[in-house]
């Protein structure tokens, strides 16, 4: 039985590998996304439109690490402590003198070095003598000491154009003292779930009837990477309509995005209407969860339809259609970090094609398969920290292998 609908989907043509699909959405699609600039506060999640190239050396001038004396190191006698008389005292922001030979100078955190100083001891290495103070030996010149530029210099690359701002970004772009940021504009997404049996609230449920949750998830998923979502609601099974309301969307979007009635069942209508309509890139691709999915265009707007069982819909969603959104975005695409675990399970796999299951991490870096599996078991992806990715050539895993490992966080944008 499993062989039998394994078949179908082989049929016609050979199952992509993940990898392969990325490398065919950068060479089909291109970057839809216009520039603007932005207040720096409002750039968070944003992408970057331009590389950001340092204006000043950070930090902006050689200050120091700790509160403690400035000094010269050659002033610093190597086989017992040195005494030297304190002269002067800077504050973070306020103007050192120039340091007399043979002597420290009080300094806090952050306050400009004193021209001719070349180390700070730390006040906790120092015994504090009335007008004067013990230097412990054994200190390393240029210690405790920030000098300018050191972490980023002035004319240097600070960020490069395609990068998701994250927090840091933004503290990073702050020190250097920009205030507005070139920017690329949001991509405007239809989206549509599919089927006869799917209702919305408040409607209540018929026999036969679920809810769409698709559209939920998927809304959240687009609203993360920052696109706006032009909801078009629930698309029923049938072929007219379908094409009717996918070129409408086209026409007005910069990228269309269905999920459901992408298998080759006679309920399906989304990958004959690319076809129909439009072209289709793709649709067969050798993961699983997650096939088919079908990728192509209508209008010349791209268009992707992922699978309509939810557990589905987001896997595909986060491998291939964020490499795919990212490109029309004009953002760089992070495939996510595998991270490796030991496998608390085993278990046997068919060649050829990329599993991901869903997997608890534990504390201990043991991995925990989750005892429910289907592709429409919701909460496989809530009550999970990660999906473990079986690869193509695997077919059997045993208790203790290593195995690869995505954390969920990381694919949720
Ligand atoms: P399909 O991909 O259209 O063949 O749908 C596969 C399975 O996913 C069926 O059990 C559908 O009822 C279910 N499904 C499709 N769309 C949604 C949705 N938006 N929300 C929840 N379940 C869905
Ligand atoms: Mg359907």
Redesign the pocket.
């Known amino acids: 039985m499993t062989q039998l609908s394994e078949d179908r989907f082989a049929m016609g043509g050979k199952l992509l590998p993940l990898e392969e699909v990325q490398a065919r959405i950068a060479e089909t699609f291109e970057c839809r996304a216009g520039i603007e600039t932005v207040a720096l506060r409002e750039a968070v999640g944003r992408v970057l439109a331009e590389d950001v190239v340092a204006p000043i050396d950070l930090p902006p001038f050689a200050n120091s690490a700790v509160d403690g004396y400035a000094l010269r190191h050659a002033d610093l006698l190597t086989d017992r402590p040195t005494p030297l008389p304190v002269r002067g005292k800077t504050f973070a922001g306020h103007l050192p003198q120039p340091l007399e030979p043979g002597a420290a100078a009080r300094v806090f955190t952050g306050a400009m070095l004193p021209a001719g100083a070349d180390t700070v001891q730390m006040q906790e290495d120092c015994e504090e003598r009335g007008d004067s103070v013990l230097m412990r030996p054994g200190i390393g010149r240029g210690a405790n000491c920030r000098m300018a530029g050191e972490d980023v210099p002035r004319g240097a690359s600070a960020l490069e154009r395609g990068r998701r701002l994250m927090p840091p970004d933004v503290g990073l772009l702050a020190a250097l003292g920009l205030e507005r940021i070139a920017v690329r504009t949001p991509l405007r997404v239809a989206l549509f ?3 006869d ?2 209702v919305q609230p408040p409607a209540r449920l018929a026999p036969g009837q ?6 939920a998830m998927l809304t959240a998923l687009l609203t993360r990477l920052g696109a706006v979502v032009v909801d078009g609601g ?1 698309l029923p099974d049938d072929p007219e309509l379908t094409q009717s309301r996918l070129r409408e969307a086209a026409s007005r979007t910069d990228f269309v995005l269905t ?5 080759a ?1 006679e ?2 209508h989304v990958r004959s209407a690319i076809e129909a309509i439009g072209e289709l890139t793709f649709w067969k691709v050798a993961i699983k969860p997650g096939r088919p999915v079908a990728v192509g265009q209508v209008r010349g707007t791209p268009l992707l339809g992922v ?4 557990v ?2 987001q896997i595909t969603f986060s491998l291939i259609g964020r490499p795919l959104l990212d490109r029309l975005a004009g953002a760089t695409y992070q495939p996510p970090r595998r991270l490796f675990a030991k496998s608390g399970f085993s278990l046997r796999k068919k060649l050829g094609r990329r599993e991901y299951i869903r997997v608890i991490v534990e504390a201990s870096g043991v991995a925990q398969r989750y005892p429910k599996e289907g ?2 078991i919701l909460t496989s992806l809530t009550h999970t920290n990660a999906l473990a990715e079986l690869p193509e050539a695997l077919t059997q895993l045993s208790i203790g292998e290593p195995l690869a490992c995505i954390a969920l966080s990381l694919l949720h944008g």
């Open positions: 779930s599919t089927g049996e799917l679920i809810y769409d949750a698709n559209r629930i999920s459901g009635g992408v298998s069942g309920g399906d699978p309509g069982n939810p589905a819909a592709a429409g």
